[in-house]
């Protein structure tokens, strides 16, 4: 594998963070404002975080370079763990759904979607099933209680349950 991959990989990563920075400088002031941070706080803290993992990224690319050139050990043939050797389609597989989540989470809503995107990913990663479980459910908790409860963000419910709008449930008597 040719390291210098990796490294241009980084700086790919600056240079979409700096555009991000960029754009954010530019985007004209709202005439409302909600909020302290304004609507430009989230691409200028996925910027920020874009600009300093490259960089990180690039710095250790180098030093790799240095040491050792810009071929590598060949994939899957290193100091993999054991049984786990890496996996280009294993990788694939995992931004793939990373990729579905999204529709998925719209459809069925964050509560159905997380586990199960979870699950998968840690079923790929060969995660015994127990903890599997275990992670994907106290991951999804934790993040409704923190984004929904806590800070008030709202969260897909899912189209899918739109379907059942017409069963209306008795409020509760005293």
């Known amino acids: 594998m040719d390291r210098r991959y990796d490294l241009a990989l980084a700086g790919l990563f600056v240079a979409l963070g700096l555009g991000l920075l960029i754009y954010a400088a530019n985007y004209p002031e709202p005439k409302v404002v909600f909020d302290n941070i304004g609507p430009m706080g989230f691409p200028v803290a996925l910027g920020l975080f874009f600009v300093a993992g490259g960089t990180v990224q690039a710095v250790r690319d180098v030093k790799v370079l240095q040491t050792i050139g810009h071929f590598g050990v060949d994939e899957g043939k290193g100091d ?71 800070l008030g963000v709202p969260l897909p419910t899912g189209r899918m349950f739109s379907l059942f709008s017409f069963v209306h449930f008795p409020a509760a008597t005293p």
């Open 80 to 150: 993999d763990e054991e049984d786990l050797p890496a996996e280009f389609s294993q990788t694939l597989k995992i931004m793939l759904g990373a990729l579905l989540y999204l529709p998925a989470m719209q459809l069925v809503g964050y509560l159905v979607a997380t586990p199960i995107a979870m699950g998968a990913g840690l079923r790929l990663m060969k995660s015994p099933w127990r903890r599997l479980i275990i992670v994907s459910i106290v991951f999804t908790a934790v993040g409704y209680l923190l984004f929904h409860s806590a």
